[in-house]
C-alpha cells in the first residue's frame, strides 16, 4: 500500500512538473527561459522551487496554494526516504495529518490513522494534478473574475 503511493506521487510529480514547465515556457520570456533552462541543467531549480514560482505567477487561492505546499513537502518526504516502509515515516507524514483530514476527509470513517492518511494523500495528488491543469490552462478564470456588488446602484 505505501509503495503504491510513493509510486503515485512520484508519477504525479513528474506530470506536474511537466505541465508547470510547459507553462513557465509560455508564459517567460527568452531570457528567463534561458535562466530557467540554465537552473533545470544545473539542478537548482527544484520541484519546491517550480511550486513556489507557479504558485506565485498564478494568484491562486490560498486553499489552493497550501495543496500545492502539501504535497511538495510530501513528495520531499517521499525522495528523502529511500525505505519509505520504516516506521517513522509515518511520522514524519502526520505533520500534515490536520490538513489533509480537513481537507479530505468529512466524516470520521472507521480506519485507521494510516489508512486515513494515505486516502487523503491520494485525493490530494490527484487534486493538485486537476489543479496544475486548471490553473495553466485557463488561469484567467481565475484571477480575472470581479465580484459585482449588488448593493451598488
Known amino acids: 500500500m505505501i509503495s503504491k503511493l510513493e509510486k503515485k506521487v512520484v508519477e504525479n510529480t513528474n506530470i506536474i512538473e511537466d505541465i508547470i514547465l510547459k507553462y513557465f515556457l509560455k508564459k517567460l520570456e527568452v531570457n528567463e527561459v534561458k535562466t530557467i533552462n540554465t537552473l533545470i541543467a544545473n539542478n537548482k531549480f527544484t520541484f519546491s522551487h517550480k511550486i513556489n514560482l507557479f504558485c ?38 502526520n505533520t500534515y495529518y490536520p490538513f489533509l483530514i480537513n481537507t479530505y476527509l468529512a466524516s470520521e470513517e472507521v480506519l485507521s490513522n494510516q489508512k486515513k492518511l494515505i486516502f487523503a494523500i491520494n485525493l490530494l495528488i490527484d487534486d493538485v494534478v486537476k489543479l496544475t491543469k486548471d490553473y495553466t490552462e485557463k488561469p484567467q478564470v481565475y484571477f480575472q473574475k470581479k465580484v459585482k456588488n449588488i448593493f451598488s446602484v
Open 56 to 93: 506565485d505567477l498564478t494568484h491562486m487561492s490560498t486553499i489552493d496554494a497550501a495543496k500545492f505546499k502539501v504535497f511538495t513537502k510530501i513528495n520531499n518526504e517521499v525522495i528523502v526516504n529511500d525505505d519509505s516502509l520504516r516506521s517513522d515515516y509515518f511520522k514524519n507524514l
